[in-house]
Nanobody
Framework: QLRLMESGGGLVEPGGSLRLSCSAS????????IGWFRQAPGKEREAVGC????????HFADSVKGRFTLLRDNAVNTVFLQMNSLKPEDTAVYYC???????????????WGQGTQVTVSS
């Protein structure tokens, strides 16, 4: 079963930044649209943002628009989620997902990672 690997989570103060990475060792991401999702304790998983195969089109949830950016670097087979101006309400486990030839993977995506914890607290 193909899997993604997230990294870069941690504890950060409000207003701080983190960069999450989504990579794969068994397949190339450049054929896949990549989506980021998050799930906070007691809440349902929600979509954060997504990037299409060419990397030319990105979408973000209203809650993170203007603060988060997405970049794919095919040379290192990784998609980065840059998170700036972090707020306590951004605290969650963040997951990336891949869907072949998709502009924006949904929660029905085929391939998922194990998640990385992001905690925003002073």
């Amino acid at each position: 079963q193909l899997r993604l690997m997230e990294s870069g989570g941690g504890l950060v103060e409000p207003g701080g930044s983190l960069r999450l990475s989504c990579s794969a060792s068994e397949f190339f991401l450049d054929d896949y649209g990549i989506g980021w999702f998050r799930q906070a304790p007691g809440k349902e998983r929600e979509a954060v943002g997504c990037i299409n195969v060419p990397g030319s089109n990105v979408h973000f949830a209203d809650s993170v628009k203007g603060r988060f950016t997405l970049l794919r670097d095919n040379a290192v087979n990784t998609v980065f989620l840059q998170m700036n101006s972090l707020k306590p309400e951004d605290t969650a486990v963040y997951y990336c997902a891949a869907q072949v030839n998709s502009d924006c993977p949904t929660s029905d995506a085929d391939i998922w990672g194990q998640g990385t914890q992001v905690t925003v607290s002073s």
